[in-house]
C-alpha cells in the first residue's frame, strides 16, 4: 500500500514538473530573455509586462514570429505605386520590410520601440481598409508626412501619427467606427484649446499614461473646405480660415511608402512644411521631448542633429527629379557602403522650399 502511494505521489510530481516546463515553453515564447534583435522591445518595462492583455500577448507572439521567418530583403526593389482608386477587400501591397535589421543613434534615439512600430502599422491597416471601403478622404501631414518623405517611414524620434479627414465624413466615419469596428477600435474625443480630434486605439493595448486612451493610439483631425482651398478646423478663437490651402497643392492625393505600408500623402508634400516654417528641412532634424507613449514630458533635453550623422543608423530617402517625375531611393549604410533597399517614381512634385510671408505672424495648421 506504501509502494502504491509513493508511486503516485511521484505521477503527481512529474506531471506538475511537465506543467511548469509547458508553462515555462510557452512564456519563453511570448516574453523571450534575450536577443540580438528586441534590444529596443526591452524597452517596455515589468509594470507594462505584467498589465498587457491576453491579445498584446498574442501581437507580441506574431511580431517575434515575423521577425524569426524575415527574409534578407533584395536590393534595389522596384516599388510600383499602388491603384487604390476603385477599391477590393482583397487590396493590400505590402512593402518589403525588416525589424531585425533596426539601429537606434545616441544622438536621436528611435522613440518608437520595434514593437511599437508593428502595432501602429497593423492599427493603421485596419483604418486604412475602413476608410476606403467607405469612401472617406483622409490623408497624413505633420511629422507623419515627413518621416515618409524623407525616411519612407516614420521619423526615428517620432512617435505619434496624423491624419486628415474631411469635415463632410466626420460624422459618417465615427457612426460607421461603432457599427463595424466598435470590437477591434476604440475612440477617444479629445477637446485642447486648438479644437476637438479624435483618437483611434486598440483598446488592449497599454494605457498612455494617465489618459483615457491606449497607445499606440492615432490622431483624426479634420479639415474643411471650400471650391478651391482647404484649412484645418480649429476652434473658434484660433480659427483656420485665414490660413487656407489651395486644393491644387493637395489633390489629387499621392501613395507614399510609410515603413510596410502605403499612405495618402498631398500632392505638394512642401506645402505641409512651408505653413509650419519647418526652414531647415534637410540642414538639421529636431526631437522634442515630449512621449505620447506615456503622455508626459522627457526629463532628457530636446535633441538634434545633422542629416548625414544619422545616414550610418537610420535608411533616408535621395531623389533625383527631371522635368516630368521624381525618383526616390531609399538608402541603407553598411560598412561605409551605400545600398539602395528600394527605388520608386513619382509623378514630378517641388522639391525646393518657398516661405509664404503671409504665413510668418500666424500660427498655421493643416
Not at 533596426?102 to 486604412?128: K, M, Q
Not at 512644411?273 to 526652414?279: A, K, N, P, Q, V
Not at 532634424?285 to 533635453?301: D, G, P, Q, V
Not at 528600394?342 to 514630378?348: A, D, L, R, S
Amino acid at each position: 500500500m506504501t509502494l502504491s502511494k509513493n508511486k503516485t505521489f511521484r505521477y503527481i510530481i512529474l506531471f506538475l514538473f511537465g506543467l511548469i516546463c509547458i508553462n515555462f515553453f510557452i512564456l519563453s515564447k511570448l516574453f523571450p530573455i534575450a536577443d540580438s534583435h528586441d534590444d529596443d522591445v526591452k524597452q517596455y518595462d515589468s509594470v507594462q509586462d505584467s498589465s498587457w492583455t491576453y491579445t498584446m500577448k498574442y501581437f507580441y507572439f506574431k511580431f517575434q514570429q515575423r521577425i524569426e521567418d524575415e527574409k534578407i530583403v533584395e536590393h534595389n526593389v522596384k516599388l510600383t505605386l499602388p491603384n487604390y482608386n476603385n477599391y477590393t477587400r482583397q487590396q493590400f501591397t505590402e512593402i518589403p520590410y525588416r525589424y531585425s535589421t533596426w539601429r537606434s543613434s545616441p544622438n536621436l534615439a528611435r522613440r518608437l520601440t520595434s514593437f511599437d512600430h508593428y502595432i501602429y502599422t497593423e492599427l493603421l491597416i485596419i483604418l486604412d481598409h475602413f476608410f476606403r471601403r467607405h469612401q472617406i478622404t483622409y490623408l497624413i501631414t505633420d511629422g507623419t508626412l515627413l518621416g515618409s518623405y524623407t525616411h519612407h517611414d516614420f521619423l526615428p524620434w517620432d512617435d505619434d501619427v496624423d491624419l486628415r479627414v474631411s469635415n463632410r465624413d466626420r460624422q459618417r466615419m465615427l457612426n460607421l467606427v461603432s457599427q463595424e469596428l466598435r470590437n477591434i477600435i476604440s475612440v477617444a474625443d479629445v477637446t485642447e484649446e486648438y479644437g476637438t480630434y479624435h483618437k483611434f486605439y486598440f483598446p488592449w493595448s497599454p494605457q498612455a499614461g494617465k489618459q483615457n486612451w491606449s497607445y499606440p493610439c492615432v490622431d483624426v483631425f479634420y479639415f474643411d473646405e471650400n471650391s478651391t482651398h482647404i484649412w484645418r478646423i480649429n476652434s473658434v478663437e484660433k480659427s483656420m480660415n485665414d490660413c487656407p490651402v489651395s486644393k491644387h497643392n493637395i489633390f489629387p492625393l499621392v501613395w507614399r511608402p510609410f515603413g510596410r505600408i502605403w499612405l495618402p500623402t498631398p500632392r505638394e508634400p512642401l506645402i505641409i512644411f512651408e505653413i509650419h516654417r519647418w526652414t531647415a528641412i534637410g540642414e538639421w532634424y529636431y526631437a522634442k521631448n515630449y512621449s505620447h507613449k506615456y503622455e508626459r514630458t522627457l526629463s532628457i533635453m530636446n535633441d538634434r542633429a545633422r542629416p548625414h550623422e544619422l545616414y550610418p543608423y537610420y535608411p533616408w530617402v535621395q531623389r533625383s527629379c527631371s522635368q516630368t517625375y521624381c525618383i526616390e531611393q531609399l538608402i541603407t549604410m553598411d560598412d561605409n557602403t551605400n545600398i539602395t533597399i528600394h527605388t520608386v517614381q513619382f509623378e514630378k512634385y517641388r522639391t525646393k522650399l518657398i516661405f509664404n510671408p503671409k504665413f510668418e505672424i500666424k500660427n498655421c495648421w493643416l
